[in-house]
Structure formats: C-alpha cells, structure tokens
C-alpha cells in the first residue's frame, strides 16, 4: 500500500480554501516530524508500505565492541534477528562478526574505520574503505555483504568539511556499483549519551504502526539495558521483528551534500 504524492489544483473558490487546509495540514506534520527527531530523521521521500506494516527493523551501528556479546544474547533470548552494520574501530572484538552471522543475523558494511575525514574526502577513499571492512566480513561469513549505512546517513552534512558534494556521488555510485544503503526513520539517541529510560520513551513514542528502522549502537551499555523492554512492548503491542535486506522497506534520507 503506498503513502500517496499529493498534488492539488487551485480551482474555483471552495476548492481554493479546501486545499490550502490540506497543504496547511501536511506542512504540520512534516513540520512536527522534523522538529521531534534530528533534522536527519526527517524522511522527504514517499513511502512505501507494506499491507501489514507493524514491522522493525532493529540495525546496530559501530561495532562490534564490548557490549556486542551481550546484545546477541538478548536477542538470542527473545528470539529476535536483527542486521549489525559493522566497522573494525574495536578489533579486539572483530570475531564476533562471526558470532553474528552464526545466529542468523545479517551483516552490513558501516566502513572500515568510521573516519569521517577520511571517508569522505573522496569517491576512492570511501570505496577503499568499504572493501576493507568487506574482506573482515568475508573472512568471518565466507561472503561480502552488499548492504551499507553511511556514518552519519546519507543526509550528513559534516562531510562538507572534506568534499562538496561528497554525499551525492556516493549515493548515486554506490548504487551503481550493486550496494543497498540504509538510513532510519528512528533514532534511539543512544549515541548521545541518552538515559535507558529516555531512549525507552523515545523509541516506544515513535512506533506508530508503520514500518520502523531504528538506529542503535552496540558499542552503548544502555542500548543493551532496554533492548528487553523495547523487544517486550513491541511484541505485547503487535509487532514483529524482520532483518533488512536488499529487498526490504528502506528509508533514504534527503541527501544535503
């Protein structure tokens, strides 16, 4: 079922005022939506939605690091899959890449060293750094994975630091080059330093019957002090869990770079 493009036509004068009411409206709501999140939350783009959309999506970023093991064990306990955009900024804890495809998890690349400055200062640095993390995950799963997230999403603009433009050659290439990119309709705020009770709320707020990326870390201890109390509610309430693939719901960000 897909969310709908609205155009309107300024007729006579009932259809005039019906329509500005309408504008009035969804400017609201976009509005709102952008000032309750991060403006990188904000998703600018139609949707499309599945017939059964009470659905998430739980990506972990920035690992695997010290909390990793322990995440999988909660998600073990619950019976809950979910995909890990990994880096290798904790090396130490690269062999729990393995751990992770082993419980049926899915692996997507998030850059070898998560360096702003250096990702992003050009189309090959990127790419390098991609392939690099890609040969830890073959190393561990047997395959490359094809799925990316971009630090920061797509929609970052501190990348402008390094290269003008930087974001939109990466989103096109990418593609180009057979990569699915994610970003989220949810932020946890786990990276902020958020409370397990904040991040609890902030989470539980945003789930509104549509299908739902939400970003967390695996590197946060709070991320794994409520993921049992967000997996609780969701299920009590509904939902279900389903891993992202190539095929998935996605969310791409408006890219401002």
Not at 2 to 8: D, G
Not at 228 to 243: L, M
Request: glycine residues 6%.
């Amino acid at each position: 079922m897909k969310s709908h493009i609205y155009a309107f036509t300024f007729g006579d004068k009932d259809n005039k005022i019906l329509s500005l009411v309408i504008i009035l409206f969804l400017f609201c709501q976009l509005f709102f939506g952008i000032k309750n999140g991060n403006v990188d939350d904000a998703i600018l783009y139609d949707e499309v939605f599945p017939l059964d959309s009470k659905i998430i999506y739980l990506t972990f970023d920035d690992g695997p690091g010290m909390y990793t093991k322990r995440i999988l064990d909660v998600l073990e306990e619950y019976n809950v899959k979910a995909i890990f955009f990994v880096t290798n900024q904790f090396p130490k804890y690269e062999y729990l890449i393995k751990n992770e495809y082993e419980k049926g998890h899915a692996i997507g690349v998030h850059t070898y060293s998560h360096n702003y400055k250096k990702i992003y200062s050009s189309f090959e640095n990127y790419i390098d750094d991609v392939n690099k993390m890609n040969e830890i995950i073959k190393k561990y799963t047997g395959n490359f994975s094809n799925i990316l997230r971009f630090p920061g999403g797509s929609s970052n603009t501190i990348s402008r630091k390094y290269k003008k433009g930087i974001m939109t050659e990466l989103t096109r290439e990418v593609s180009n080059l057979g990569y699915t990119y994610f970003d989220w309709n949810v932020a946890s705020g786990d990276v902020n330093g958020y409370s397990k009770n904040r991040i609890y709320k902030r989470i539980i707020k945003s789930l509104n019957d549509k299908p739902t990326i939400i970003l967390m870390h695996d590197t946060k201890y709070n991320t794994l002090k409520v993921l049992p109390e967000i997996i609780t509610y969701a299920k009590q309430n509904g939902y279900r869990f389903e891993v992202l693939s190539e095929n998935s719901y996605n969310i791409h960000f408006k890219v401002r770079n």
